[in-house]
């Protein structure tokens, strides 16, 4: 029995273990507050006025925010403002916009403070006044909740009671509800009972169909909010610093356990969200989220060394849009919009009003220390330690007397050896935790060194407990066996002596960095093998900041140059830049996934490259990054794949296997269709088909994503189908005109990038036709047709009558013009050809190609374009003629012509110069080419075979025109080339 006992203990350990492990070290909570990031819409950005009571986006995407000077509604880039006019009983009834409301038929519901209720004409672009009396016949103005049931009825909460609106009788039921009681919030529930938070109590309100009401009071304490918590359950407020849970069918109030868990003081709002998580808005002290089924909480306030964190730690309204994007209304701030799935990262920063958070903000290193819970955080100033128990960080600093003074303000990293020991290293030396005094103290070494402790900037224990301190005279090597160090410096073999960092290999080599490239250490061998870009292995970079090995490469991050591929026997290197997609050239950390994808950190966010696709994509402040800037040394792994990762303003952590990459399609809205010289905006026009006529052809679509949080980084492509079918992509501005359309039918498309920055395949679309204009209608062309047809035969008679008439006259005429000209025209030709053409050899005769040389220098001289000149001879010619006769020479120079005529483009000049000599005017062409060409025009003489059996060769001198060189020069200077390749032997070329 007793062996049986211990297996089955034996096992429970190794379940409980197992199960413990399966938690990731992303999953818990290193953060004091503000783990997460907002986008901010303030007065700076456009609003009206800054303290927010309301918050509406509606099913056609337009986004409405009601503030106390005017409803706001907004684009993502610009406002349109509608405020009181007491000249004008279409605008809006007063100024404080308390609630905001869309119907099931779409109608947009404005309650004011003091004004009562509007609706929104969508087609005019103002409002019709909903007017509210009490039994008395006085008009209710304050409006405090609006909601609708089931049966389309409108339930309204003012100051004076409920009252409720027919949508199908257009009409107010005849009697109010709780009448001369403030109503601060309704709830419906799915059996259309009304319930009420009131100054003077709880209330539940049943009604039938009928319209007979029944009314229960549950308590008669002042309540302020009421809603849905989870099943059977509603949250509700009881006065301004109390939530209670109401169980709906017990009919009892009980304690909201985990409000006891926060700071909360006077709530403001409350809003259940729909994953199910509680907002809480405070007045004083931000807004909580409680997460009810795993209880955890997590505070966000407003930093003002943070602007991506909640604006104002004053909320006044909570809202959820379609997008699940949290709009969070403050007092004297605008609007801070979160969403849960752009938070891909946590995010933990120094809180200057808490002083539990982090130490500062400049981080320089990670390590947790499971057995204990701890995480470590090197900063600029110091260390900070995370306590479970007080959910925040005890810190080591000079001012607590807990971490060495001229160290404090210059760390530069943090390393935990294998055995369990903890260091910190600065410009100032090294320091290492010691538990007893749980304080960080100096370390340094008992025996004299050639560097003093005090100039120690890095430190590494490797594998084999090898111990390696940098600095900025070399490295300090200590072997586990002699305990002694040894220092190695350029003498030794070093790239530098400046060694900042220690990386190591899977062969269990060591890596130095330093501030000229890469010194490799085998500590076995103690060979060195140095990377750079002045050693025998080239790098193209001085300083590397990260390093990763896996299976087939070394990976190094560098210091502006990018990220480089290594291949492991170090012979070929591939360098990734911005050029190649990189978001910034700089990378401060190369960390896996368990995929194999590399996330690296940067001077422009965190960004993730995989090795195989080499697809990148990029993370910045919306994602929940700390700050674009990241640091130097400021990163690490955990063995379960957890990410950290430091910069200016805090540090992220996060697992890659939590980072979601599902593509999440944008949804685009067309707000804008404007016709040039109409008023009304057609966007909000509910046709399929809008029509326009002819005299309206100029056009203009605006248009926005509802993602505001990630507009920022959202593209858009348009394509307008009836005028062209390809889609352009708008660079600079979300909208497009287009002018002087044709008429027909139309179709304007636009499509946003999703989530991973992917096209959509949602389209957004707007269908418009242009009506044909009179003259462009099938009964106006049939008249165009008949007029042109009836004038076409008057013109034809006139023409015949006249053309008989002229025609007799005429022909007697071009007969005698015809004959005579035939004859100018043979005797002119005749004349061109003896004046330029040489009569034997068919090309230009010198006169002519003299002519054409002068033209050629000067159009090259014009316009900067290379001109070449090739004087040919017939090598032996005065033997040929000799030998064979004068008509053997003359067929000879027949053929030699024909040769040059077929090496040469149509482009270049030939001509024959004076007896076996001729030219070759090369326009545009240089000396090399023209060397081509000669040798061309040589090899092909040489193969011209004449009577069956004589050979001919030439022999060539080339020259390029000089800027500014007369022909006389340079027919000069191509002789000389002649005279030198008949010197040197003939049937050669000669340039130069």
């Known amino acids: ?39 901010n819409i303030t007065m700076s950005s456009g609003l009206s006025q800054s303290s927010i009571e309301s918050v509406l986006v509606d099913t056609k995407g337009r986004i409405w925010i009601g503030t106390q000077d005017g409803l706001n509604r907004y684009n993502g880039d610009s406002f349109i403002y509608y405020k009181h006019n007491f000249k004008d009983n279409t605008s809006i009834s007063n100024n404080t916009i308390k609630q905001l409301f869309e119907d099931s038929e779409g109608t947009i519901w404005v309650g004011t403070m003091n004004g009562g209720i509007d609706l929104y004409n969508t087609k005019n672009d103002n409002f019709d006044k909903l007017i509210i009396k009490d039994a008395y016949g006085k008009i209710i103005t304050d409006i405090r909740d609006i909601k609708e049931d089931s049966n389309k009825r409108i339930v309204i909460a003012t100051n004076k009671g409920i009252y409720i609106y027919d949508l199908i009788k257009n009409q107010f039921l005849d009697n109010n509800v709780l009448d001369k009681i403030g109503i601060e919030k309704l709830l419906i529930d799915n059996e259309n009972k009304i319930w009420a938070a009131t100054e003077k109590g709880f209330f539940s309100i049943s009604l039938n169909k009928s319209n007979s009401i029944s009314i229960y009071n549950y308590s008669k304490n002042e309540f302020k909010n009421i809603i849905k918590c989870k099943d059977n359950f509603f949250l509700v407020q ?29 709530i403001s709002a409350i809003h259940k969200d729909t994953i199910g998580q509680i907002w809480i808005g405070t007045f004083n002290n931000g807004i909580y989220n409680i997460d009810i089924s795993s209880k955890k909480i997590k505070h966000y306030i407003h930093s003002p060394e943070d602007e991506h964190s909640l604006s104002k730690n004053d909320v006044r309204v909570i809202y959820e849009d379609s997008r699940n994007q949290i709009w ?44 204990n819970n701890y995480l470590w955080v090197a900063s600029s100033k110091g260390v900070s330690r995370w306590d479970e128990s007080i959910k925040g960080y005890i810190h080591y600093s000079e001012n607590l007397g807990n971490f060495p003074d001229k160290q404090a303000g210059k760390v530069r990293g943090m390393f935990a050896s294998n ?54 005279q070399g490295v300090l090597i200590k072997s586990p066996i002699d305990k002694n160090y040894k220092l190695y410096t350029q003498n030794d073999g070093l790239v530098s002596n400046f060694v900042m960092r220690f990386f190591e290999d899977n062969k269990n080599r060591v890596w130095f960095g330093t501030d000229h490239g890469i010194s490799i250490f085998d500590k076995k061998t103690k060979k060195i093998i140095n990377i750079s870009k002045d050693s025998k292995i080239k790098l193209n970079t001085d300083f590397i900041f990260s390093f990763y090995e896996n299976k087939d490469y070394y990976w190094l991050g560098s210091r502006g140059d990018g990220i480089f591929r290594v291949s492991k ?118 046709k399929v088909n809008n029509i326009y006529d002819y005299k309206h052809r100029d056009i203009l679509f605006g248009f926005y994503s509802l993602d505001i949080i990630t507009d920022s980084k959202t593209k858009y492509k348009y394509v307008l189908e009836g005028y062209s079918k390809e889609w352009s992509k708008a660079i600079s501005s979300k909208q497009v005109r287009y002018t002087n359309l044709p008429s027909g039918n139309y179709i304007f498309k636009v499509i946003a990038t999703d989530s991973n920055s992917n096209w959509n395949s949602i389209e957004t679309t707007f269908a ?21 047809l ?40 005749k004349l061109e050809i003896e004046a330029t053409i040489d009569k034997l050899t068919h090309l230009y005769n010198r006169r002519k190609i003299q002519n054409i040389l002068e033209d050629e220098i000067v159009r090259k001289n014009r316009y900067e374009k290379p001109l070449s000149i090739l004087i040919c001879d017939i090598d032996f010619f005065k033997k040929v003629n000799d030998t064979y006769g004068h008509n053997v020479g003359d067929e000879v120079l027949e053929e030699v012509a024909l040769a040059m005529k077929n090496s040469t483009r149509e482009t270049d000049f030939v001509g024959r110069w004076g007896g076996e000599e001729f030219i070759i005017v090369a326009v545009e062409t240089n000396l090399e080419t023209s060397r081509i060409l000669s040798e061309r025009i040589r090899e092909n003489v040489e193969n011209t075979v004449i009577n069956g059996d004589i050979s001919i060769t030439i022999s060539i001198g080339v020259v390029e025109c000089f800027e500014d060189e007369d022909s006389k020069s340079v027919v000069y200077r191509a002789d000389k080339n002649l005279y030198r390749a008949k010197k040197n032997g003939r049937n050669r070329v000669v340039s130069g």
Not at 1 to 22: A, G, N
Not at 362 to 368: C, E, L, P, V
Not at 447 to 455: G, Q, T
């Open 1 to 39: 029995m007793k062996k049986i006992r211990v297996l089955i203990l034996t096992i429970i350990i190794i379940v409980s273990f197992h199960s413990i492990s399966f938690s990731l070290l992303s999953d818990h909570d290193f953060s004091t507050e503000n783990d997460g990031v907002f986008k």
């Open 238 to 266: 009881e006065g301004n610093t109390n939530l209670l849970l109401f169980n709906t069918e017990t009919k009892q109030f009980q304690n909201f356990e985990l409000f006891k868990n926060t700071n909360m003081d006077t």
């Open 328 to 371: 969070i209304g403050t007092n004297t701030n605008g609007v801070s919009i979160y969403s849960y799935r752009n938070q891909k990262f946590h995010v933990v920063k120094n809180n200057i009003y808490n002083k539990f958070s982090l130490l500062d903000n400049t981080i320089r290193g990670f390590y947790y220390d499971k057995k």
């Open 419 to 472: 055995d369990g020991r903890l260091f910190v290293f600065s410009w100032n030396g090294i320091s290492i935790y010691d538990s007893k005094l749980d304080k960080f103290i100096e370390y340094t070494s008992k025996s004299k060194l050639p560097i003093p402790s005090s100039a120690w900037i890095a430190l590494y224990i490797d594998k084999d407990g090898y111990e390696y301190i940098g600095s900025k």
């Open 569 to 686: 026997d170090l012979k070929s290197f591939k360098n990734y830049t911005e050029k190649d997609g990189l978001p910034n050239g700089t990378a401060y950390s190369i960390l896996p996934s368990t995929d194999g994808t590399l996330y690296i950190s940067s001077n422009k966010g965190i960004y993730s490259f995989n090795p195989i696709t080499e697809k990148i994509h990029s993370y910045n402040y919306m994602d929940g990054i700390q700050n674009l800037e990241f640091n130097n040394y400021a990163y690490w792994q955990s063995k379960d794949g957890t990410i950290f990762m430091g910069g200016i303003s805090g540090f992220n952590y996060f697992h890659p296997d939590n980072i979601k990459m599902e593509s999440i399609s944008s949804k685009v809205i067309i707000n804008k269709v404007m016709i040039k010289g109409l008023k009304e905006n057609f966007a909000n026009s509910s």
């Open 768 to 788: 418009f036709t242009i009506d044909k204009a009179p003259w462009e209608t099938w009964w106006a062309i049939g008249i165009y047709i008949v007029i042109f």
């Open 790 to 829: 009836l004038v076409i035969l008057l013109i034809i008679k006139i023409i015949n009558e006249r053309t008989i008439r002229i025609k007799k006259q005429n022909e007697l005429l071009e007969a005698i013009v015809d004959m005579r000209t035939a004859e100018l025209i043979k005797a002119n030709k």
